[in-house]
């Protein structure tokens, strides 16, 4: 799996897309832009809740990367957070549903094309665990010990990445911005 420094950054860049694309649409009285970036970095690291349990237990392995980390649950976790924010504000279900489910599907597709055992993409239909063509990433081992040289060359592999995606959202975003500020 990515370290959370990867999925935090995943959700900073859908916060910064949503930025670009709700500008001024969303209630500013109810969702001030830091408290969006906070929402879209928790729901991007939510999945990795479940290794809350296995810290606890000296386990990692036994609850880490295992249910939580279905395309299935992220739909359920989708419609719940859409559900709650309609019952709050009466509206806004089909927003926060899209972005949860971004956000916690982005997650499951960077810790999927990392080198592993693989992850449980439909679970509960299925126990499989379905590894990538692919490897973007090598992850965290914590079987190799909380410190460890590998992770190090994970942090690099990550950093790679983000300063990659970095340049092109900055130059995708700033083309979309420019043609707004002409008119």
């Known amino acids: 799996m990515p370290s959370p420094l990867t999925h935090s950054f995943i959700g900073y860049l859908i916060y910064r897309v949503l930025q670009v694309q709700l ?18 970095v928790g729901l991007s690291i939510l999945p990795d809740l479940d290794a809350i349990p296995g810290i606890l237990m000296d386990d990692i392995g036994r609850f880490h990367n295992q249910w939580m980390n279905s395309f299935v649950v992220s739909v359920i976790v989708a419609l719940c957070v859409g559900f709650a924010v309609w019952m709050w504000r009466g509206t806004g279900f089909k927003r926060w549903f899209t972005i949860t489910l971004f956000c916690y599907t982005t997650h499951i597709l960077a810790d999927f094309f990392t080198w592993g055992r693989g992850i449980m993409l439909i679970w509960p239909f299925s126990s499989h665990r379905y590894k990538p063509p692919v490897n973007l990433f090598y992850g965290l081992h914590w079987s190799e010990g909380f410190i460890s040289i590998m992770h190090l060359w994970t942090l690099l592999t990550e950093v790679g990445f983000i300063a990659v995606v970095s340049l092109i959202a900055h130059y995708s975003l700033k083309m979309k911005i420019r043609p707004a500020e002409q008119s």
């Open 23 to 40: 500008p001024g649409e969303y209630d500013k009285r109810i969702l001030l832009v830091p408290q969006l970036l906070v929402i879209t």
